[in-house]
């Protein structure tokens, strides 16, 4: 590979995909590291990112959107639910016309705990962002979004059932 060209060779993939795999590991050890100082599971903190997305987007979070979008069990997911319901971070509804359907919304300590674990994370970010120009930062944007969606269309294939290739 050639840094000019940023092109793989047979040495494996580009430099940038190094250092996407990195970000994603430091992210993850940050993540490991803000929960456990909190007695929170990485599972724990990934539920409640998942609520904070659909209740952004007005969506209703069900113990099914759960299960599906993290990919549990459903003794997994109610355990999950359970440890969140006690941690006081987050609470089950019974609302609209069919009050069978429990729905999930985080409560007011979930959010100030969320805060506080990751506002380290957003200052250093924050300053980092900093030493980029208005229109570095749109090219990053786009890349990350692509590279976003590359790894929502790998992992859907990855979780496909293998075709029979006879």
């Known amino acids: 590979m050639t840094e000019a060209s940023g092109r793989p060779d047979a040495a494996g993939p580009?430099?940038?995909?190094?250092l996407l795999q990195e970000f994603s590991?430091?992210?993850?050890?940050?993540?490991?590291?803000?929960?456990?100082?909190n007695d929170m599971h990485r599972t724990d903190l990934n539920a409640l990112a998942v609520i904070m997305q659909h209740t952004a987007k007005n969506q209703v979070v069900t113990p099914g959107v759960l299960r599906k979008e993290l990919h549990l069990s459903s003794p997994a997911t109610?355990?999950?639910?359970?440890?969140?319901d006690k941690s006081g971070h987050v609470v089950r509804e019974r609302q609209g016309t069919d009050r069978r359907q429990v729905q999930l919304r985080m409560t007011p300590k979930a959010y100030r705990d969320g805060g506080a674990m990751f506002r380290p994370l957003a200052r250093h970010m924050g300053a980092a962002l900093q030493r980029f120009t208005p229109e570095e930062l749109e090219v990053a944007t786009r890349f990350m979004t692509a590279m976003i969606d590359a790894t929502v269309r790998a992992g859907e294939e990855a979780a496909a059932p293998p075709t029979d290739s006879h």
Not at 25 to 31: F, G, K, T
Not at 78 to 84: F, V
């Open 14 to 18: 580009p430099p940038l995909v190094h």
């Open 25 to 37: 590991l430091e992210a993850n050890r940050y993540v490991d590291a803000a929960g456990g100082s």
């Open 78 to 84: 109610t355990a999950l639910i359970d440890r969140l």
